[in-house]
């Protein structure tokens, strides 16, 4: 299947941890990357690769996978990191797929 | 800092042809992929396609058959034609820089444009 799946909502206490996940079979093969998305605003990408951050992205954002399922974490969850959080990959076709999206609240 | 930044008619009627071009600044668009990527109101992102500088492309199965993309390498220019549009194609559109690293297994899209709206309505 070429298809991501993400939870449609995950809630998350001020300065706790949250995991919010991805599945689907093309993540056996190929890595995930994940995107922010806030209201009006474009994505911005905030994991690629195995557990890489581009330049500006705080550390407590951080990547991984396991089997079909990938996976991102906010380790001390922040007011502003209230956001959409999308998932994507690469199916056997060589064409992007992405996941549904996850609805994040910090409360 | 690579900059991107859509352009084209906000306003498409159905049937016709949305023609929306990305202009690349800050870097050149050779030797990359580029892919455009649309977001219907309150839904989530839908992967349109992507060209290499070659001219190369990859098209979403789902929409293949009424997609052209096209690049301009002397103007850092890339360009999407989406033909027979209806009211199911209004959405946000963006252009985004896709890094594609087959050998190490990631794929994703670093630059963003900011999106543009295009309603499909007569």
């Known amino acids: 299947s070429s298809e991501l799946t993400q939870d449609p909502a995950v809630s998350v206490a001020l300065g706790q941890t949250v995991r919010i996940t991805c599945q689907g079979d093309?993540?056996?093969?190929?890595?995930a990357s994940w995107y922010q998305q806030k209201p009006g605003q474009a994505p911005v990408l905030v994991i690629y690769?195995?557990?890489n951050r581009p330049s500006g992205i705080p550390d407590r954002f951080s990547g991984s996978s396991s089997g079909n399922t990938a996976s991102l974490t906010i380790t001390g969850a922040q007011a502003e990191d209230e956001a959409d959080y999308y998932c994507?990959?690469?199916?056997?076709?060589?064409?992007?797929?992405f996941g549904g999206g996850t609805k994040l609240t910090v409360l | 800092q690579v900059q991107l930044q859509e352009s084209g008619p906000g306003l498409v009627k159905p049937s016709e042809t949305l023609s929306l071009t990305c202009t690349v600044s800050?870097?050149?668009?050779?030797?990359?992929?580029w892919s455009w990527i649309r977001q219907p109101a309150g839904k989530g992102l839908e992967w349109i396609g992507r060209?290499?500088?070659?001219?190369?492309?990859n098209y979403n199965p789902s929409l293949k058959s009424r997609v052209t993309m096209s690049v301009d390498t002397s103007k850092n220019q890339f360009s999407l034609k989406l033909s027979s549009v209806t009211a199911a194609d209004t959405a946000v559109y963006y252009c985004?820089?896709?890094?594609?690293?087959?050998?190490?297994?990631?794929?994703?899209?670093?630059?963003w444009g900011q999106g543009t709206l295009v309603t499909v309505s007569s």
């Open positions: 994507n990959s690469r199916d056997s076709s060589g064409n992007h797929v």
């Open positions: 800050g870097g050149s668009i050779s030797s990359y992929y």
């Open positions: 690769g195995k557990n």
């Open positions: 093309s993540l056996r093969s190929y890595y």
């Open positions: 060209i290499y500088t070659s001219g190369s492309t």
């Open positions: 985004a820089r896709d890094r594609w690293f087959g050998e190490i297994l990631e794929y994703y899209f670093d630059y």
